[in-house]
């Protein structure tokens, strides 16, 4: 058995308590907060604590708190013997370089509050100070996970990139899509299984040969037309920096 202290008590730490849960191989001996309020979740499962009260002893310590209070919290974990790790995609290892364990533990998912996720399906991305020393961390990640990485800190951040590209980006062209048809009293459900497919898609084809659309085929009047429909200077925007990268890149010779 692992014993593991969470410190944190947002999206990524609740949904990391609920997974290690599942796992009578992972015993959670304390979950710290910074404040009573936010540990209520955890009161009546777990024991807890406030950062600067009493910090248990632990195989591993996981910090899942927002990316600029690592270091802080870090300060608060010079004493312990155990492995300390952040969640984050873009912090690098070396912001816990003071303590004497430590290492990475990425999910690489996004963590909507309420949405609770399965963590079989989640790729979790390592690194570890000492590779002499992964023992507890591997184990944690292949008995939560069925996708397990070791990546380092520069191929992290490049993947916390990406993902910002494939996910946040993404997301906001959803918005955009759900404000065009509010605007014209269309259900946005009518573009749900477009959504789906074009996700879909990608898991049988790159996403270079998946593109489709006026652009990748240099309708420039079709473009024109949309452009015209548009309401807002940022939308328009958008839409010809986006339609103008696709066209650079598939070398169609026309701009709009």
């Known amino acids: ?29 304390q979950v710290i907060g910074r404040s009573a309020k936010s540990l209520a979740y955890f009161t009546s499962k777990t024991e807890t604590s406030l950062i600067t009260g009493i910090i248990k002893k632990a195989d591993v310590y996981f910090i899942a708190i927002s990316d600029d209070a690592i270091e802080t919290v870090a300060h608060e974990l010079t004493d312990v013997d155990g492995l300390v790790v952040h969640t984050s995609g873009s912090v690098p290892l070396s912001i816990l370089s003071k303590l004497k364990r430590i290492g990475v533990f990425y ?6 509050k309420g949405k609770k996720l399965d963590f079989r399906n989640i790729p979790i991305c390592l690194e570890i100070g000492n590779k002499e020393e992964d023992k507890p961390l591997k184990f944690i990640a292949e008995t939560i996970s069925d996708t397990v990485y070791d990546i380092n800190s520069e191929q992290r951040k490049s993947l916390h990139l990406a993902a910002v590209f494939v996910n946040n980006f993404t997301n906001y062209m959803y918005r955009m899509g759900q404000e065009i048809c509010e605007e ?10 477009l959504i789906h497919e074009t996700a879909n898609k990608i898991n049988i084809i790159s996403p270079e040969n998946a593109q489709t659309g006026p652009a990748r085929r240099n309708d420039l009047q079709t473009m024109q037309l949309h452009l015209d429909q548009l309401q807002t200077d940022e939308k328009k ?6 339609s103008e990268s696709i066209q650079k890149k598939y070398k169609s010779p026309k701009r709009l």
């Open 184 to 193: 014209h009293q269309v259900p946005f459900a009518i573009l749900k299984p």
């Open 1 to 29: 058995m692992v014993s593991v202290i969470l410190i944190g008590t947002g999206n990524v730490a609740t949904q990391l308590y609920d997974n290690f849960l599942l796992h009578p191989s992972i015993k959670v001996v």
């Open 107 to 112: 999910p690489l998912q996004t963590f909507t």
């Open 237 to 242: 925007e958008i839409y010809k920096l986006v």
